[in-house]
């Protein structure tokens, strides 16, 4: 058994101005897709331009945090948020959802595609490789903040979290942050190491995130107000669902276009 880490949440206190350690991880992980995607455009690996890629992330952050804190307030909480809707804009007080975030991404990256004249998976198979390791710097923000613990368990790693009971938890922030993360930011940046078909890189990312949750998911502590739903699944399961058959369709209708163009 394991005791949690005594880390404390604040980075940095400047006067009444506290810089969150989980704050700075969604920074470390734009700043990584800036600086991957910079070299993937250098290394003529894609016909997006540098400027692209700043607009890309520039609006993908609008996205995230646009498209997290709704998906969470409609998916997790709408009787309270349609009561109380001024509450969604509370963020500060925590509360966002991955697979909200992503349909916000993918929400402005259609209008930025068309307004640009790029094809939307030739955006998303550009940028998918580097999310991941985004994913990773945000899981490890939930483990400094000692919150979105596992389930009770007795293997030798089971970590007492503080505010969680006495019982050692399954530390499932570290299980995502290495599948959902690490091992599957190795496999897309492989796999788009060499040309693939339209779509073929994006529909692996969807497979591969939705399944790495999925399993995860049987770790992790349901949330207390929603508990598990039918089959035992929970919700982060129900939503990871759609997202892998989403992509074996893109995988299946990529199998039947043209290759795709560099990168």
């Known amino acids: ?44 690996r894609s016909t997006l331009s540098l400027r692209d890629l700043e607009d890309i992330i520039f609006y993908g952050v609008l996205g995230v945090i646009v498209g997290g804190r709704l998906g969470y307030a409609l998916m997790y909480k709408p009787g309270h948020y349609l009561s109380n809707p001024l509450e969604i804009l509370h963020i500060w007080e925590g509360g966002m959802s991955f697979h909200g ?58 970590m007492v979290f503080p505010h969680a009971g006495p019982m050692p938890r399954h530390p499932s922030q570290l299980y995502e942050m290495l599948l959902e993360g690490f091992l599957l930011f190795a496999l897309l940046w492989w796999f788009s190491a060499k040309p693939r078909r339209r779509g073929q890189v994006s529909a692996l990312f969807l497979i591969g995130y939705g399944t790495a949750r999925f399993l995860v998911e049987f ?20 939503l990871s669902i759609p997202m892998v058959l989403a992509g074996i369709l893109i995988w299946a209708s990529a199998g039947r276009s043209s290759p795709a163009p560099k990168g």
């Open 101 to 158: 975030g992503l349909v916000g991404v993918i929400v402005v990256l259609l209008w930025f595609a068309r307004k640009r004249g790029h094809h939307l998976l030739d955006i998303g198979d550009f940028i998918a490789p580097m999310i991941p390791l985004g994913l990773a710097a945000g899981r490890w923000g939930n483990f400094m903040n000692g919150e979105l613990w596992g389930r009770t368990t007795d293997l030798p790693w089971g």
């Open 1 to 44: 058994m394991l005791q949690y880490p005594q880390i404390d949440p604040v980075a940095v206190q400047l006067g009444p101005v506290a810089i969150h350690w989980y704050g700075l991880m969604y920074l470390l992980g734009f700043a990584a897709v800036w600086l991957l995607g910079r070299h993937r455009i250098r290394q003529g």
């Open 219 to 238: 770790t992790r502590q349901p949330d207390d107000f929603l508990g598990l739903f039918a089959g035992g699944l929970s919700m982060g399961q129900l």
